[in-house]
Nanobody, 124 residues
Framework: QVQVVESGGGLVQAGGSLRLSCTTSGLAFDQYAMGWFRQAPGKEREGVSCSSWSRGTSSSGSVKGRFTISRDNAKSTLYLQMNSLKAEDTAMYYC??????????????????WGQGTQVTVSS
């Protein structure tokens, strides 16, 4: 069974940085696309950034140039380095595994259940 555990969220001032981590189990990590989603209160969950099994990446327009996704296949861990944070980045962040990346940062054909997420709060 695919399981993901997100961590690294917190409260930060606008302009600050955070690094999120996602540890996984139950899947051949290096054979999957991995991505980050986020959901703000009252809004739908949206894709943020995705890393394909071949290490190609895609990101939503709102985070390009500020967020960097990376993966450590040996540790089955996904990361999201978030710089120049804005108030509008405030959301619960989730990671997910799937078959491929979509151009707007989403993971396609997601597998497994959602994790508990990690809260990112940016104060302005």
């Amino acid at each position: 069974q695919v399981q993901v555990v997100e961590s690294g969220g917190g409260l930060v001032q606008a302009g600050g940085s955070l690094r999120l981590s996602c540890t996984t189990s139950g899947l051949a990590f290096d054979q999957y696309a991995m991505g980050w989603f986020r959901q703000a209160p009252g809004k739908e969950r949206e894709g943020v950034s995705c890393s394909s099994w071949s290490r190609g990446t895609s990101s939503s327009g709102s985070v390009k140039g500020r967020f960097t996704i990376s993966r450590d296949n040996a540790k089955s861990t996904l990361y999201l380095q978030m710089n120049s944070l804005k108030a509008e980045d405030t959301a619960m962040y989730y990671c997910a595994a799937g078959s491929f990346c979509i151009g707007d940062g989403r993971v396609g054909s997601r597998v497994g259940d959602w994790g508990q997420g990690t809260q990112v709060t940016v104060s302005s």
